[in-house]
């Protein structure tokens, strides 16, 4: 790692990114700036995408959910992302998504970074989105539909309105009460927001489809009749096995992107398909090795389901700006030993104890 | 989950155990008991094997080391380990391994635990080298060669002593100053402590020989010139690709044990051998299935390489005891959203900076 790194780590240990600094952090920063400079990083990381050692993701799967790491590593750096999908959360008053992870140093395997990504994620996954469809979507798309309206949507209304120039945004969701939450929160954007009664309704017309849903079901939110040419669909919310959103058909019709092959034959919406059914990696069209849309009336999708590059990406702007701004706090997650092969002699020391002595002097 | 560590969770956030937090669990509770009581949890933890979902670690390699990640899960609880292994680290002042982990509630994916695991890997290790051959060495070994006398080593001579009876060390290592330190270390513990000039002094007349040392190498630090009938040999430095410390033509001729079988294939020291080369997993050993040593004077290795169960079995033993002592702190590592379904919503409030306000008023 860098000299200067190398010495804060030594010194100060980990930086740690609460979520109530992260949200403070994209507050001081901007939002929508936020989801630019990671859109900016994501382009630059996939386009170097031969450098990274990658893999697809570990999932633990049980009965309500899935718990997964996502590591990632290039020659320097290292991250991984713990991120979990437990659909009846909400019942909990807990997220469906919750996320944290690491950057760290490869030369050394030092932590530099912990951090909240829940909120990280949603910024991330909004700005892949817009990345994917300004390379993939008509440049003339305006009308977006946005199928689920839960914690996720905002972000991508808000990543398709400064990435890609949409205006109008045609909602829907099952639960009224998540649809009517996006609009309080969107209200003064200078969107137009129109609610609709169905997801076919919200659809027609639009340029692009977003799906964000949440079901670990295999739905069929996206049926064949509801596509017109020239659509671009980001299907979002398909993203582990048993998981999908788009009607199988609407695959074979149009030309499919994906992030990482291996990982999205597992959990995409093409999950379904025969292994030798045809996608394109979408960093190979950012590289100019293979091309993207064809021509205006084609249907393209994007089938994502996140991978750890991008919240490697992430994690290195969330990194580069709490340093800038002075935000987060530092945390000795790893013993800072005098003698590096004399951890058991970190056993006598009272650190703690000293501490928490002095700490006690002073306030009384 | 338990209703109480939900509870705890939502109100509270994971609790934080930081290296001088854990080091001072481990000074209250006792190291000799901590050991004692994670071998306990190792063994119910191995003998409930197939309730886990299990899986090989994900490793990421570079010039100088490697980092990996350990996950395992049983239908209530999730693990996951960080670990790195960077032998040139202490020249940068750094440990050769740095280790930190999560442990997770299965039902919702709450992370209820975020923990050092550099102190207590090395405990963790010590008591599954310990608990194994409580198992497979001759009941009555009094004598251990210690080969390799850096940061693990002394929990390795704890955990022998307490755990099996063993009275007297023969040491040895490439950097005397190890020895030096390992021996002021442990001078007032009633081990005769014997300084050797070669591996093969040290394992001369032993017991059991327990290699721990740390080269990313495939070194030969016992050949078979050395091996005696009855020894046990505790393999625990020879943990990744291309990094053991047994001849091979040892392991031909003993019983050999691994912890899980899949991943000892890749990383052990079998990994030089066939694909079909005997092997038994110690989990059968304790649960009755198959045999462990068959004689006195047969020679028994156990193949050690560090699974994601001890790291499961240790951190449930953290997260309890640091519970009960009242030690560490409470972190908000996932957002506590009033609405879980509006993550958008947490950008508006201002915590943060209320607090820092707030903290200014009291301080000035």
Redesign the interface.
């Known amino acids: 790692m860098s000299h200067h790194d190398?010495t804060q780590f030594?010194h100060t240990g980990t930086l740690?990114l609460?979520?109530?600094?992260a949200?403070?952090l994209?507050?001081r920063h901007g939002?929508e700036r936020c989801i630019a400079t990671v859109a900016s990083h994501i382009r630059e990381d996939f386009l170097r995408w031969i450098d990274f050692?990658k893999?697809a993701r570990?999932a633990?799967?049980?009965?309500?959910?899935?718990?997964e790491?996502m590591?990632v590593?290039d020659?320097h750096r290292?991250s991984?992302k713990?991120v979990?999908?437990?659909p009846g959360?909400?019942r909990?008053?807990?997220?469906?998504v919750?996320a944290?992870g690491?950057l760290?140093d490869?030369?050394?395997?030092?932590?530099l970074l912990?951090s909240?990504l829940?909120?990280t994620t949603?910024i991330r996954t909004a700005a892949m989105s817009a990345l994917a469809a300004q390379v993939l979507a008509r440049p003339d798309s305006r009308v977006m539909a946005l199928i689920g309206n839960?914690?996720?949507s905002?972000?991508q209304a808000i990543a398709f309105q400064h990435l890609l120039g949409i205006t109008e945004l045609r909602l829907y969701d099952v639960d009224p009460a998540?649809t009517a939450?996006l609009v309080a929160?969107l209200q003064d954007r200078g969107l137009t927001l129109t609610i609709c009664r169905s997801t076919a309704e919200a659809v027609r017309g639009a340029d692009i489809v977003t799906t964000v849903t949440a079901d670990k079901a295999c739905a069929t939110i996206v049926t064949p009749d509801m596509i017109e040419p020239g659509m671009h669909l980001n299907a979002v919310g398909g993203d582990c096995p048993g998981k999908t959103e788009l009607h199988g058909d609407i695959l074979d019709q149009a030309k499919v992107f994906v992030e990482y092959e291996p990982q999205s034959r597992i959990e995409g919406e093409i999950q379904h398909k025969a292994a030798d059914f045809a996608v394109t990696e979408f960093w190979q069209v950012l590289h100019g090795e293979r091309a993207g849309r064809d021509d205006a009336a084609q249907v393209t999708v994007f089938d994502s389901v996140g991978f750890a590059l991008e919240d490697f990406s992430a994690l290195r702007f969330m990194y580069d700006t709490a340093n800038a701004l002075g935000l987060g706090e530092r945390?000795?997650?790893?013993?800072?030993?005098a003698?590096?092969?004399?951890?058991?002699?970190?056993?006598r020391?009272?650190?703690?104890?000293h501490?928490r002595l002095e700490l006690e002097t002073v306030l009384t």
Do not use: C, W
């Not at 909990?92 to 469906?96: A, I, M, P, Y």
């Not at 003698?339 to 056993?347: A, Q, T, V, W, Y």
């Open positions: 190398l030594r740690y609460s979520a109530p600094e949200a403070e994209v507050r939002l050692d893999t570990v633990a799967h049980s009965r309500d959910g899935v718990i790491l590591p590593a020659q290292y991984f713990y979990n999908g437990h959360n909400t909990f008053g807990l997220s469906t919750m944290f690491v760290a490869v030369d050394t395997g030092a932590p912990l909240e829940t909120l949603a839960g914690a996720q905002e972000f998540a939450k929160n945390i000795t997650l790893i013993p800072q030993l003698d590096p092969k004399n951890l058991f002699g970190s056993l020391s009272q650190t703690v104890a501490t």
